[in-house]
Structures are given as C-alpha cells and as structure tokens.
C-alpha cells in the first residue's frame, strides 16, 4: 500500500497548504473529526494514492474558514461536521443551516450527551 | 426564464431502495439545482465506537450496510491490524478478496436490476435479480448468512472454505457467467436501453475530478482510480487491471460495472487457483494505541476508514468516508439541466447507498 502522512497545521495556516496540495494536483479524500476536549480535524488528500492529512486542533467556539472556496464539493463534509459536531465554519458553499440531515434532534447533534 | 418549481423527490420513491430527499428546482420540466437532504437512516454508528469495545465493533461496522457488509468490516479489521502490528495468514487475505468480490458481484447485479426496473424493463431487472441469487446462495453456503456474514475478525477470518466447496465454486462461477453474457448482451446492445441511458447524466474526466467522484463513476469518465491496484488483502498477487471507459455517461457507468463482474468472477477464480494452505487467524492480544487510515475499494469505490485508538479496549473515534457520500456532489451537478424524467436514471447512476452515507 502506498504510504500516509500526518501534517500537524494551525487553523490560520488551512487555506494556504490546501491551495498547495490543490495545485499539486491533490485530490481531497474526507474531512474528519474528532471531538475529546476540543476539536480534532483531519483534512485528507490523495495523489496517486499518497494520503497526505494535515491535522489541526481547534477550540469548540473557534470558527475556520471553508475550502469550499479551492475543493468546491467539500461543502458536504463542512455542512456534515458543522451539523454534527457545531463546528462553525465560514463561507460554505452551499451552506444549508443544518438542515442536512433531518433527524429529531437540534443540531449540533453529535457532541450532546 | 420559465416557471420556478419545487419538486420533493423522495425520500419514498419507486426507484429508491432506501430514503434520500432531494428539493428539484425546476424551470418546465428541466432541474436547476438540487438540494439534498439525508437522515432517514442515520443510526449514529460512528458515535457508537464510545458504547462497544474495539472487538465487538467488527459486527457494528459490518452493519452500515446490508450489500457491502463485509467489505466495512474488513475496512475496519484492517484498520485495527494495522494499529496493533498484526499481519493476517496469506489464506485469511485470499478468502478476504473471495467474500469482497463476490460482494461486489451482488452489488453491482443489484445496481442492474435496479436500473432496468427504473426504466421499465421488468424482465430485466427479474433476471438481474435471479442472477443476484446466487451469490446470496454462496454466502449462505461459505458463511452461514446472506446478508451479514460475521467472518471477518481482527487478525484474519472466522471460517475457512474446504476444497470441496471452493471446486462448487467455481462451478457456480462457470453457470453464472453463462448467464451474465446473456443479460449484459441485452444492457449493452438493446436499444430501448441505450435510449435511455447513452447521453444521459455526461461527466467529463476532468469534471468527475474536480467534482471528488469515485468508483466506477470516475472510471466510466476515464479516471484510472482503483484501491485494489495497492495490493490490500490478495489484491497484490492478482492479474487485473482497472475497468475505464471514457464516454462518462450512464451508459458507460452501465459498461463499467459489467465489465468489474466478469473482473470479478476472474479474480475469485485467481484466488481459488493460488490460495495457499494454512492458518485463518492469528491470536491478536492487547489493546490497540495509534491511529490510522485505511481506504480499499467498496463495489460503489474509494472507501475510508479511520481509527484512532488509546490504549484501552475503547476506541477514540471510527470515521467512515464512504463512496456514496463522496459521489453526492458529481450526482448534484448531473442533475443540473437535465430533465425531470431522467432524475431516478441519474439517481440510480451512482448506485447510491444510503444506509452507507448516513451510517
């Protein structure tokens, strides 16, 4: 199998290495998070099956940008996260308020006990 | 510009098997723009990793979906193995290549029927089915269920398949290729078919990149991307190359995946040939620290699994990217200017697996 790389970023720092793995010719894999104190987000990206991830910790009220703007169909995995895991994340296109999925409960739904 | 309409697709439709929802926005009868909204069947199977220590997972994990059950739990096993540092038996790889291939064989026989019954071609769609059959029966036969199989395990595999039964395979194999050429002479060549789907639903190789799609959606648009080329479980010993097409329409898609069944049948014949004696399982002790992603390719393409452990018999978290998810926005922007007739055919293109989307 080919190999992965874990690439510890800021928050601040997100839009300038996407566009570089965007112009690399990378192609975004999955958005994750992990939510344990604060919030853990993996962005994943492939390039001839290299997975490159670049990692960044957020604090739960912190917003972030989307890269919606450079991978226009992120917007699926931002409006998701944002719906489960009350990320607030600016500049989602299309944003659709947390309406994504229709479930009983008031986002966000994942990090509720 | 014409009259604006909403137009609520789903989530019960004829074509669907399982609930999505779309709002068509319509101009006459041509769509605009789609709006999705999922949830029907969302079970929260993520979140459960914190309720069911890391071993009894395996049989959550095989349970995000009813076609491609064992592939998410080989996805999640090989996750785990990797983690701990467990290498599986060489016969625990080939039996896993056997079930992922036959349950690609399932899923994609399913897609046909599907896609004959939303166009009307009941026959079709009957014979799909009744082919489909046959692979449950070898299911039954090797693991004792239909659906959900409960073989995969961490460190290898919980049954083995004798000779004898391995040599019924590959009869079984030989009766249902016989009947595949039949079936897919019709997909290929019937013109009520080709009416339907040639033209219909175009993504251009460079659209399908920047759109994200995987699977044989990408590969009918002559992206050349397959996982099983990494050479996870027996992948590596095996002759195949990636199905492409170029055309990028329905009709190719439809090409794609009959041609990945013949590559299908091929590859479990390969695997019966070359399958060594031994061991299924190894012991795997302890409790999994680290973290790791592992993506193989699922019948509907790329998927993602990621782990992250602590030590404890408790996993941190368990993210699955599965292809349909990932295939959402390329079935977004086909169904821009297309027409409201042609939504299920396009609905149906990307062999849309919800209870995999929503986990």
């Not at chain 1, 719906?83 to 607030?88: D, N």
């Not at chain 2, 004898?164 to 060549?189: P, S």
């Not at chain 2, 999994?288 to 019948?299: A, H, I, S």
Request: charged share 25%; hydrophobic share 40%; with cysteine.
């Amino acid at each position: 199998m080919a190999g992965e790389t874990l690439k510890e970023i800021s928050a601040s720092d997100l839009l300038t290495e996407t566009l570089k793995l965007k112009n690399e010719g990378y192609r975004l894999v999955a958005i994750s998070s992990t939510y344990k104190e604060e919030m853990e987000l993996t962005y994943s990206f492939d390039l001839n099956y290299e997975l490159v991830n670049l990692r960044l910790h957020i604090d739960t009220e912190a917003e972030l940008d989307s890269i919606s703007i450079i991978y226009p169909y992120s917007f699926l995995y931002e409006n998701e996260i944002k719906e489960l895991f009350g990320i607030k994340i600016n500049g989602i296109t299309p944003d659709y308020n947390n309406s994504l999925y229709k479930i009983p409960v008031k986002a966000p739904f994942g990090v509720q006990e | 510009m014409g009259n604006r309409t909403i137009v609520p697709f789903g989530p019960q439709h004829p074509v669907l098997p399982e609930p999505i929802h779309l709002d068509l926005v319509l101009e006459d009868e041509t769509v605009v723009e789609a709006i999705p909204r999922i949830g029907y069947v969302h079970r929260g199977l993520e979140k459960l990793v914190e309720k069911r220590d890391f071993q009894q997972y395996t049989f959550v994990a095989e349970r995000i979906c009813g076609i491609c059950s064992f592939m998410h739990g080989m996805g999640y096993c090989m996750s785990v193995e990797s983690i701990m540092g467990a290498e599986i038996p060489e016969r625990a790889k080939f039996l896993r290549t056997i079930w992922a291939e036959f349950s690609r064989l399932h899923s994609h026989l399913m897609w046909l029927g599907l896609l004959a019954d939303a166009f009307g071609f009941e026959s079709l769609f009957m014979q799909s089915w009744k082919l489909r059959e046959q692979v449950l029966d070898v299911f039954e036969e090797t693991t004792g269920g239909r659906v959900i199989f409960s073989v995969c395990d961490i460190g290898g595999v919980r049954k083995d398949i004798n000779k004898e039964t391995l040599h019924k395979i590959l009869e079984v194999l030989d009766r249902m290729e016989k009947e595949l050429k039949e079936i897919a002479a019709v997909f290929i060549n019937d013109s009520t078919v080709k009416l339907r789907t040639r033209g219909v639903g175009k993504l251009s190789k460079q659209a399908a990149f920047d759109l994200g799609a995987l699977g044989p959606m990408a590969r009918a648009s002559g992206i050349e991307m397959d996982m099983r080329t990494q050479g996870y479980a027996a992948y590596g010993k095996l002759d195949f190359k990636p199905i492409i097409d170029e055309e990028g329409d329905c009709y190719a898609r439809t090409r794609v995946r009959i041609g990945e069944m013949f590559q299908a049948m091929d590859l479990i014949r390969q695997c019966i040939r070359l399958m060594p004696e031994g061991d299924i399982k190894v012991k795997v002790t302890g409790s999994p620290k680290g973290e790791y992603f592992t993506r193989l390719e699922q019948p509907r393409g790329e998927v993602l699994y990621y782990v992250k452990a602590n030590g404890t018999k408790f996993l941190d978290r368990v993210r699955v990217r599965t292809p349909t998810f990932a295939n959402v926005p390329a079935l977004l922007e086909t169904l821009k200017n297309c027409s409201l007739a042609d939504v299920p055919i396009l609905i149906l293109t990307i062999d849309p697996c919800i209870s995999c989307t929503e986990r």
